[in-house]
C-alpha cells in the first residue's frame, strides 16, 4: 500500500484541553520535518456521540459532535474532519486515507490500534501532564 502524506489522529475531542493541542502540534511538526512542503494533510476522525455515550456513560459528549468537528475544524493546522461511529468504520476511514503517520497518546501505546495495517508509522506522545477529558470534567463536577 502506498501511504499519503497524510497524519491521522483520531479521539474524542469532548473537551479540548492542552494534551490535544500537543497531539496536533506534534502532528505538524511531523509534517514540517518530513514533508517540507505544503502537500502533507493532518486529518482527525472524532467519535460521534452515540459511540461515547457507548464508552463513557450518560452525560457524554459535554460537547455534541458538530460543536467538537467545528471546534478542530477552527484549528489553523487541521486540514480535514471525519466522524465515525464504529470500530469498522474508523478503520475504513484509515484505509481509505493510507495515512503516512498516525499520532495518538502513549497510554495507547500496549493496546491494539483501529486501522494500524493501513498506516505506515505510528508515533505515541506523552501525556500533557496527565490531561484527559474524563479527569477534566470529573473535576468540574466536584
Known sequence: MRHKEIIWINGTFDVLHMGHIKLFQKAHEIACDEFRSF??????????????????????PVNNLRNRMDFLRALE???DVFAFHSDQMLNDLIEAHAPR?????????????IGSEHIGEIIY??????????????????
Not at 40 to 56: C, F, M, P, Y
Not at 101 to 113: E, S
Open 39 to 60: 502537500s502533507w494533510k493532518i486529518i482527525v476522525g472524532v467519535d460521534t456521540d452515540e459511540r461515547i455515550r457507548e464508552a463513557k456513560g450518560i452525560g457524554r
Open 77 to 79: 493546522n487541521i486540514d
Open 101 to 113: 503517520f498516525m499520532v495518538i497518546g502513549d497510554d495507547y501505546k500496549d493496546k491494539p490500534i
Open 125 to 142: 506522545v506523552p501525556r500533557f501532564e496527565g490531561l484527559s477529558s474524563s479527569a477534566i470534567i470529573n473535576r468540574a463536577h466536584n
